[in-house]
Structure formats: structure tokens, C-alpha cells
């Protein structure tokens, strides 16, 4: 039986032939006409004034340090139950993280744990929406603007999304993307930096291109190569375009498999909404119940049923990394760690079929059951 991996992306709309217009009218690089138009229909998508393309999700964090000047004595706070691209972009920085545990349902960051680790030092908190429920945010925008502190969105796993009916990234100072293939709508590698601010978006523009001024040649700042190309962003607006049925197929996904397993008393599902937000099951994650086993244990199970899985992430305090750093010492995320332990996720990208849904659905119910 072939193998079902845990993510195909779907690239059935207009990719082929805006690449082909790429390659036909040799506009490859980051000057041609897919950039600014892509920029352009994302911000609109998400409410933003600005949009600034980069090269993938992590650096669109990195590049947001820089913007925000985060810095040597600040402090940012993040969860710790996330990617390493959050974490990696705080201590790049120069800055100490600040870790919040997650909540056992939404697994989004535990917004009762933020305010108490707030201090003078505190720079900018980082809300991750994660696996596809977004943070309460509306109580961090407000908490953000009362204490002068900046919130930044990390929306990677959020596009299509609303939160009281308002997109995800489009609530944070800035808000950043990932268009990595795994994502829900992808351009092979790229990300995105949004906001409504014109200097942080200036400013973002400089960081991505080196630097470079009117004074060519001569930099104020230290910038990177960030740039999209053409080829990424004539993805990006075919992907783009299909948005609404991406979503409509992961909320279809998420319910065939809510249904499969509604009688498996030993698996955690996802939550099917939050009070403000409808799922979208950016990844269908589950969370083993009662120690029955551990997530490797049963990724092998269904490993060997020719099934892909993933671990759910590694919180940041286990991290090999940051212990040999000495960060976080005698610090404890007991819902993280449990999560991390328990939890993994099972198929579900876009280009699944449904008899791969099936196949899936039936060997889970034959493990857990
Ligand atoms: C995927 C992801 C990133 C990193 O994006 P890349 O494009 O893979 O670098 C950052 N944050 C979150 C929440 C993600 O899911």
C-alpha cells in the first residue's frame, strides 16, 4: 500500500501557468511584477496597509526583531509550547526569552500566565496561533497598548483564519507569515512581514535589500538578502486565489476525521472552536489520553501502516540548545511538556484524497480502539 505522507500541497489553480508567464517574460528575480502584486492582495486579504515579502516564516521574525529594535536588555515573551523560529529570532536578537505555558485544550499560549511576566524590561510578546485555533488576542492588544510593550503575530499557521470575524495578522504591530509547503497556502519557501505603520514597514523594506538607500552603497544599518522572487510570488497569487476553498477542504478534513474518532475516549481531538474562532485545522493534531502511550509509540504504529506522522513541537525550556545556554533553569511548562510528549498529528494537507482520509481514519480507530 503506498505510503500517505503527512502533508501534499494542492497546486491546481493558475501556479503552472504564472510560472510559465514568468519564464516566458524572463522576469525571475525579485524585481518582476508577481512580488508588489502578491504583497499587495495579501495585505488586502489580511486588513493590513503594509505587506513585505521575504524569504520564509523564520526570517520574517528575525527581520521584526530588527524593525522593532529588540535588543541587549529587553525582554520578550513567547510561548513555550512553539516553533524554534520564535525562540531562535528573540536570542539572535540579543534579547532574553520569557516563556508562558499553553492552555490543555487550545494548546495556544495561556494568556492568565502573561501578565505576570511582564516587567520594565518586557519589549514585545509574541502570540503564535498554533495548529490552526488563534490566540484570544484581543486581551494582548490591549494589555500591549496599556504597558507600551509591542505585539508581534506570528500568523504562520493561520492564513484564512478570523478571530471575531477578523483575519489573523492583522492584530499585531506586526504580524508575519510562512509560505512553507506544509502551510496553507505555500509558494514553495517564502514569508511575509505585514503592518499598518509606514516606518516599521520603510524599515522592513531596508532590512530585507541590505540596506541599501538612495545613497547606494552607503548603509546605516546592517540588512539582510530577504528578497522573494518572482517564480515564489507567481505561486503566491495562484495559492492566494484559492484561499477559501483551502479553507473550506481543511474544515472539511478536520471534520471527516472529529467523526472517525469521536469514540476514542483515549485521544485528545482538536478543539473544535474557541469562543471567538472556528478551527481550521491548519494540522490535525491529537493528544494521547492517560498515558496509554507516548506520541513516538504510536507514530511508529502508524508508520508501519505506510502512515505519516509528525511529534507535536518540543517546548523551548527541553530544548538541548537553551539548557546548554543556561536558559530557563528549574523552570517548568507541565502542559507543554505534556503535549509534546503525547501529542502528534496525522495527514491532512491539501492534496489528500478522500479514500487517504479513510485509510487513515480506519487504522487510528484500529490502534486506539
Ligand atoms: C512554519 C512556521 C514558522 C517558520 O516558517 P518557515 O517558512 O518554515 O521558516 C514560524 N512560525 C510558525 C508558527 C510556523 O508554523
Not at 9 to 35: M, R
Not at 96 to 107: A, F, G, Q, R, S
Amino acid at each position: 500500500m503506498a505510503f500517505i505522507p503527512v502533508n501534499t500541497p494542492a497546486l491546481e489553480g493558475n501556479e503552472g501557468k504564472y510560472l510559465q508567464e514568468c519564464v516566458d517574460t524572463a522576469w525571475i528575480s525579485s524585481e518582476g511584477p508577481f512580488v508588489k502584486r502578491f504583497e499587495k492582495e495579501f495585505a488586502e486579504r489580511v486588513n493590513r496597509k503594509f505587506a513585505i515579502s521575504v524569504t520564509n516564516g523564520t526570517v520574517a521574525l528575525e527581520a521584526t526583531m530588527q524593525a522593532l529594535k529588540v535588543g541587549e536588555g529587553d525582554e520578550v515573551i513567547l510561548p513555550a509550547f512553539s516553533i524554534i523560529s520564535v525562540l531562535g529570532a528573540v536570542v539572535k536578537a540579543g534579547a532574553k526569552p520569557v516563556l508562558v505555558d499553553c492552555d490543555p485544550i487550545t494548546w495556544n499560549m495561556d494568556l492568565n500566565q502573561v501578565e505576570d511576566k511582564v516587567n520594565d524590561r518586557t519589549k514585545a510578546i509574541v502570540a503564535v496561533h498554533t495548529y490552526g485555533l488563534p490566540v484570544d488576542i484581543d486581551p494582548l492588544v490591549q494589555l500591549c497598548h496599556h504597558k507600551g510593550i509591542f505585539l508581534i503575530e506570528d500568523a504562520a499557521e493561520s492564513h484564512g483564519l478570523n478571530y471575531k470575524g477578523r483575519p489573523c495578522g492583522g492584530f499585531g504591530d506586526i504580524s508575519t507569515f510562512s509560505f512553507y509547503p506544509n502551510k496553507l497556502i505555500t509558494t514553495g519557501e517564502g514569508g511575509m512581514v505585514l503592518t499598518d505603520n509606514p516606518d516599521l514597514a520603510e524599515r522592513l523594506g531596508l532590512i530585507k535589500n541590505l540596506f541599501f538607500t538612495k545613497d547606494r552603497f552607503v548603509h546605516e544599518e546592517i540588512g539582510s538578502n530577504l528578497r522573494m522572487t518572482n517564480l515564489q510570488a507567481a505561486l503566491g497569487v495562484a495559492q492566494l486565489e484559492q484561499i477559501d476553498l483551502f479553507v473550506k477542504r481543511k474544515r472539511e478534513i478536520g471534520g471527516f476525521y472529529n467523526r472517525a474518532f469521536k469514540e476514542l475516549k483515549q485521544l485528545q481531538l482538536p478543539a473544535q472552536n474557541t469562543e471567538h474562532a472556528e478551527n481550521i485545522y491548519w494540522v490535525y493534531g491529537m493528544v494521547i489520553k492517560d498515558q496509554l502511550m507516548t506520541a513516538k509509540e504510536a507514530m511508529k504504529m502508524l508508520g508501519q501502516e505506510e502512515i505519516g506522522t509528525r511529534p507535536f513541537f518540543w517546548p523551548m525550556h527541553l530544548q538541548p540548545i537553551c539548557q546548554k545556554m543556561g536558559l530557563f533553569v528549574g523552570e517548568q511548562y507541565p502542559f507543554s511538556e505534556n503535549i509534546a510528549k503525547y501529542g502528534f498529528y496525522i495527514p491532512s494537507g491539501l492534496g489528500i484524497t478522500d479514500p487517504e482520509l479513510s485509510r487513515v481514519g480506519a487504522i487510528v480507530n484500529k490502534i486506539f480502539s
